[in-house]
């Protein structure tokens, strides 16, 4: 008798280093996390805990000018300023989403960094990470963020 199931082949195996190109990605990358955060550093955070992004030329906020509140991504770059200040507690309270993405930054920075200088495979680990479910996380943590920022607005 013959076996009926067709041969199979061993599973193929991810490359031990990041090809010239993933790693030339990751370099874009941990340097594009970089300027933000060098700009975040440059900024002086507003005590108001909104509108520090007017002094890289930006207008003020028309949502806060037409309706007297926070938009949703209200105090992102003051709470950037802070946390790249090492405000931690002051940065969280300013906007709790835009610390953990501050803090988000600064953890791609280090991981594209590593993979472009080494060849490292984590960083192509770590993206896998990102998917559907990640995002949706992520706008409940925006939308969680946004309602703090409501509930806690001085104008």
Same mark, same amino acid.
């Given at each position: 008798?013959?076996?009926?199931?067709?041969? @199979?082949?061993? #599973?193929? $195996?991810?490359?031990? $280093?990041?090809? @010239?190109?993933? $790693?030339?990605?990751?370099?874009?990358?941990? +340097?594009?996390?970089? *300027?933000?955060?060098?700009?975040?550093?440059?900024?002086? #955070?507003?005590?108001?805990?909104? *509108?520090?992004? @007017?002094?890289? *030329? %930006?207008?003020?906020?028309?949502?806060?000018?037409?309706?007297?509140?926070?938009?949703?991504?209200? &105090?992102? /770059?003051? +709470?950037?300023?802070? /946390?790249?200040?090492?405000?931690? %507690?002051?940065? =969280? =309270?300013?906007? #709790?989403?835009?610390?953990?993405?501050?803090?988000?930054? !600064?953890?791609?920075?280090?991981? &594209?960094?590593?993979?472009?200088? /080494?060849? +490292? $495979?984590? =960083?192509?680990? !770590?993206?896998? =990470?990102?998917?559907?479910?990640?995002? %949706?996380?992520? %706008? *409940?943590?925006?939308?969680? !963020?946004?309602?703090?920022?409501?509930?806690?607005?001085?104008?």
């Amino acid at each position: 008798m013959t076996d009926p199931s067709p041969p @199979t082949s061993p #599973p193929q $195996r991810a490359p031990a $280093r990041a090809t @010239t190109g993933e $790693r030339i990605g990751a370099g874009v990358f941990a +340097s594009g996390c970089a *300027g933000v955060l060098g700009l975040a550093a440059w900024l002086s #955070p507003s005590g108001d805990g909104h *509108g520090t992004h @007017t002094q890289i *030329g %930006l207008p003020d906020c028309a949502w806060v000018q037409l309706f007297d509140k926070p938009c949703p991504t209200c &105090g992102m /770059t003051t +709470s950037f300023a802070h /946390t790249a200040d090492a405000s931690y %507690l002051t940065a =969280a =309270a300013t906007q #709790p989403l835009g610390f953990l993405l501050a803090l988000g930054a !600064a953890t791609a920075f280090w991981a &594209g960094a590593h993979t472009a200088l /080494t060849g +490292s $495979r984590s =960083a192509h680990v !770590a993206m896998h =990470a990102v998917n559907g479910r990640a995002l %949706l996380v992520l %706008l *409940g943590l925006g939308l969680a !963020a946004w309602a703090y920022k409501l509930a806690t607005w001085g104008g």
